[in-house]
Structure formats: C-alpha cells, structure tokens
C-alpha cells in the first residue's frame, strides 16, 4: 500500500533502537525524510546511516534529552517544519508505591507525559496553518490495564492519555490526528531489562523469566519492532485521518478487554 506520504519530513524521538527505531525504518520505507533523536550519539549515527543506505532518505540526527527543555530546544531548531511527530521515551523503573517520592513523580512526568506535550504544543501550530499532520505517541497498554510495578509509567502515560483524549478532539478539523500507540512486551531492551528484574526476584535464567512471560501472552511471543512500526506507519499515512484521538493496543492479545 502507498501510504502518500512520501516527501513528509517526520521526527522520531528515542529512535536510535527499539520501538522507536521500528517506526524510524517504517516511516523511511514509505519515503519520509526524517529527523532521528536519542540521548546516546553512538547508535543514533549507526542506524542513521544503515536507514540512509537502506532508503536512500535523508537523515537529520540530534543527539539530545527529550525530556529536558535544553534537549527539546536544541531538537526543535535543528528538526525545522515537521509533518510527522511521533513521541517516544523510555519508561521510568519498576517499584512500589512506597520507593517514589515527589522527585521519582516529578521525573516520570517529565519524560511521559510532558516532554510529549511540549513538542506537540510547538510543532502542531505549523501542522495545522498546512492542514495536515500526524502526531502518534508512544505510551503503554499500561494506560488501560494499570501494572502494579509500574506505577511511575501507569501514572505519567495516563495523564498523557487524557491529555490526547481532548486535544486529539480539537485539532482534527485542521487535518491533523493525534493518536497513541500502547506496546505490550516487545523484543527490545526494555523487555530486557523488566525480565532481568524477574531474574534478579525469583532467581531463574533470563531465558527462563521470557518463556514464563511469553506464556502469558495469547500470541505466545514478544512482539517486534518491525511490526509496531508498520502499525505507526499506517497511523501517519493519508488513509488514516478519519482515525482520532485512538488508543491502540499492540499487545499480542495481552489485555482482555471487549472494547
């Protein structure tokens, strides 16, 4: 399917590896250019480069914090117009309730529920004046089916989600959509790190703790990054306008849930 964005320029935050690099490859596949953001310099220019040779589109890297307003200035000017946004941090460590003070919430909010907003609020302006856009976040399926463990993400991502909930609702008259994406476990380094934690807690190989939570999963597997950023793709493609304000699971059946 031609997904006629070809020629949009897109900015993919974290995408230097996992979820965000498969929306990165996804989004250069249908012909965007793009703008690529992580923290690390290192791997940001060794996937640029392997998507330029791959797609033969252009790269823009910067390497910065998102979630600081230093990092977000210094992305901003150097990503110039942007067509496509798709927002994405790396979750706040696993707990409980009595390890987090304001500063633990204060960091959680920072990175995924602010940082999120922030660069909506400066890019969906121009979005709108052109009459099209996408915006697609990436948050959780921890937004609909809250892990205990979690609660920094539970509470950050879902403040997040209502945020979305209305403004999704006021800027698609404009030809702008604005829509969230909710991973399940994926194959990438944070599935890595949550089951070194089930290692670490009941003593078992890391193979182990991923066959024990593979088999939970209705699709018995972890889902890839390819195949979430197809999903984002599509999100950001000019057949998906009539789609708004969404939460999509991809989760491999994961969440029960009728609706």
Known sequence: MDLGISGKRALVCASSKGLGRG????????????????????????????????????????????????????????????????????????????????????????????????????????????????????????????????????AARTGLTGYVAGTARQVAQYGVTINNLLPGIHATDRADALDGGVVKAEGITLEEARAKRAATIPARRYGTAEEFGQMCAYLCSAQAGFIVGQNILLDGGGTNFTI
């Not at 250069?28 to 996937?47: F, W």
Request: glycine share 10%; with cysteine; net charge negative.
């Open 23 to 154: 929306c990165a490859e996804a989004l250069a596949a249908a012909g965007c250019d793009l703008v690529m953001n992580a923290r690390g310099t290192e791997a940001l220019e060794a996937t640029a480069e392997a998507i330029r040779a791959t797609h033969g589109v252009s790269v823009t890297t910067v390497a910065a914090d998102v979630t600081s307003e230093e990092g977000r200035a210094t992305l901003l000017e150097a990503a110039g117009e942007i067509d496509i946004l798709v927002t994405n941090a790396g979750g706040p460590p696993p707990g409980m309730w009595h390890d987090w003070g304001r500063d633990e919430f204060i960091a959680a909010l920072d990175a995924n529920m602010l940082a999120p907003i922030a660069l909506m609020t400066a890019l969906m302006p121009k979005m709108i004046d052109r009459g099209w856009g996408r915006v697609v976040n990436i948050t959780s399926q921890s937004v609909k089916a809250p892990i205990p463990q979690l609660g920094l993400s539970n």
